[in-house]
Structure formats: C-alpha cells, structure tokens
C-alpha cells in the first residue's frame, strides 16, 4: 500500500512539471491559504500554519489545537477548525500562544472570510454566522481606538440555516460556492441563499473561490483539477488543469492543494 502511494505521487509529479508546479515542504491532508498565512491538518491531526516561504519552502509551526483536529480555515489571522467529532473553534493565530475558543453548534466542514463563518453539518446543512472580528483580539494584539467597548471578549453566535445541502463549501465577500453530495455545483450568497441557489455546470467534489481574480477552481472525484474565470456565475467556462489533487485552495492568483493526505503542491497562474 505504502509503495502503491509513492508511486501515485510520483505520476502526480511528473504529470504536473510542465505546468511549473513546485511541491512545497511538509505534509498536510487539508490546506488553507489566506493574505499570505498557509494553515492546514496532517495525518496525525496536528495544526501547521506558516507566515513565510509559502511558495517554496514554508516555515512551519505547529499550533497547539484539539488532539482530533478535522480540517482548519484561515483568513489572515483567522482560524477556524472542526474536529473529528464536529466541534467548531476559532482562534487568533499568534504561533505557539495561539488560544482556541468554543462555537456553539455542530459542522464537518468550515470557511470563514473574515466577517462570517459558513459551514455544512453532518447531514449537509449548510449553515451560516456573522461575528465581529475584533472578538479574536487579544488586548496586546488589538489597536484599543479600532476596538468596540465589550466587544472582544464575548461574541454572540446566531447561526442561520441556508436552504439545499452542501458537503463542502467556500464563502468569500458573502459569495458562496459549494459542492453537494452527488457532486453538483451550486453558487449563492450567505445572506440570501434561502431565495435559491444557481446550479452550476460541472461536477466536482472540491470547490475554492478566488474572490480578487475572479476564479473558481475544484477537483473532481479523480482527483481532476478543473478552473474557470467565465460565467463563474452562471455558466463556468471550465478548463481541465494538469495534474490531481485530493482538495485546493484558492489565493493571490494562485493554487494550493494536497493530494494522497500528504504531498502539498503549489502553482501561480502568473507563470
């Protein structure tokens, strides 16, 4: 089995050279990427994030978090993760003091785009919460001036069901993207997302929004990278990606992903 992995990772590899993808140090499971932080899981459950080096060479750091850590969100300082058993935390990333909070409610599955944190539950709920983000801060951390009185401490969480079922899901500005168990495609808001969603083109069992250029990117249940910058909302003009990754993220004009619950690759749509 181990040699059957090796050998899936090395056809990855040489499939994906002429399209300059770099393999990245370290192995994760689970990737997220945001305003230049990469966070993600490994296989033994542990939280990695990196602040420099994230093209190449990442400097990671393991952050102290639950021992049952399922997949971890960034969006810049950011954290939001569930673990094995559904429970959400959140957290201010400040490398080895970073300090996890409870969420109420249940979720497989996070994102969070720095104003709410949408998530499916176990039976493909979908799920959203607005917070103030000022609650992560911590007083050494925080500017007192930008900071709402009583507001750091003590956030509120009024969690409001979306109609449909989503397994996965991305939101980014208030704009969500998300695949359903059979592997359609949907786009919606988080706001209004009860007035319906737009079934996409496609099929995929993966999906990442970059919100600045304009892309939608996802991965197929063999592992196919497909990506689109037309009709992202209503009609996506896919092209297949050279390659396979397991699942992806989306940010500065560029492609994380993981593939076989370890090898992390990277790729710049500007090469």
């Given at each position: 089995m181990k040699l059957l992995t090796v050998f899936c990772i090395g056809i990855f590899i040489s499939a994906v050279q002429s399209q300059k993808w770099t393999q990245l140090s370290g192995g994760?499971?689970?990737?997220?990427?945001?305003?230049?932080?990469?966070?993600?899981?490994?296989?033994?459950?542990?939280?990695?994030?990196?602040t420099s080096g994230i093209t190449l060479n990442p400097s990671w750091v393991t952050v102290p978090g639950p021992a049952n850590a399922k997949q971890v969100a960034v969006y810049g300082r950011e954290l939001a993760l569930v673990t094995d058993d559904n429970k959400i935390m959140r957290a201010f990333?400040?490398?080895?003091?970073?300090?996890?909070?409870?969420?109420?409610?249940?979720?497989?599955q996070v994102s969070i785009d720095g104003s709410q944190i949408c998530g499916t539950n176990p039976s493909n709920g979908i799920y959203c919460t607005?917070?103030?983000?000022?609650?992560?801060?911590?007083?050494?951390?925080?500017?007192?001036?930008?900071?709402?009185?009583?507001?750091?401490?003590?956030?509120?969480?009024?969690?409001?069901?979306?109609?449909?079922?989503?397994?996965q899901l991305v939101v980014r500005a208030g704009r969500l993207?998300?695949?359903?168990?059979?592997?359609?495609?949907?786009?919606?808001?988080?706001?209004?997302?009860?007035?319906?969603?737009?079934?996409?083109?496609?099929?995929?069992?993966?999906?990442?929004?970059?919100?600045?250029?304009?892309?939608?990117?996802?991965?197929?249940?063999?592992?196919?990278?497909f990506c689109a910058t037309e009709n992202i909302f209503t009609n996506p003009a896919w092209k297949l990606i050279d390659g396979g990754l397991d699942n992806l993220e989306l940010w500065d004009?560029?492609?994380?992903?993981?593939?076989?619950g370890y090898g992390i690759y990277y790729r710049s749509f500007q090469k």
């Open positions: 994760l499971k689970q990737i997220s990427v945001s305003q230049g932080i990469i966070c993600g899981v490994n296989s033994d459950k542990t939280i990695f994030c990196a990333y400040n490398g080895s003091s970073t300090t996890w909070s409870d969420m109420p409610g249940a979720l497989k607005s917070y103030n983000r000022y609650s992560l801060c911590f007083p050494e951390q925080c500017n007192p001036s930008n900071v709402p009185s009583n507001s750091q401490f003590e956030p509120t969480y009024e969690w409001r069901g979306l109609q449909g079922g989503l397994k993207f998300g695949a359903n168990p059979s592997d359609g495609v949907f786009y919606g808001r988080s706001y209004t997302g009860n007035q319906g969603w737009v079934h996409l083109t496609g099929s995929l069992a993966h999906i990442s929004y970059d919100y600045d250029y304009g892309r939608i990117c996802g991965v197929n249940f063999e592992k196919k990278i004009n560029a492609i994380y992903g993981t593939i076989n």
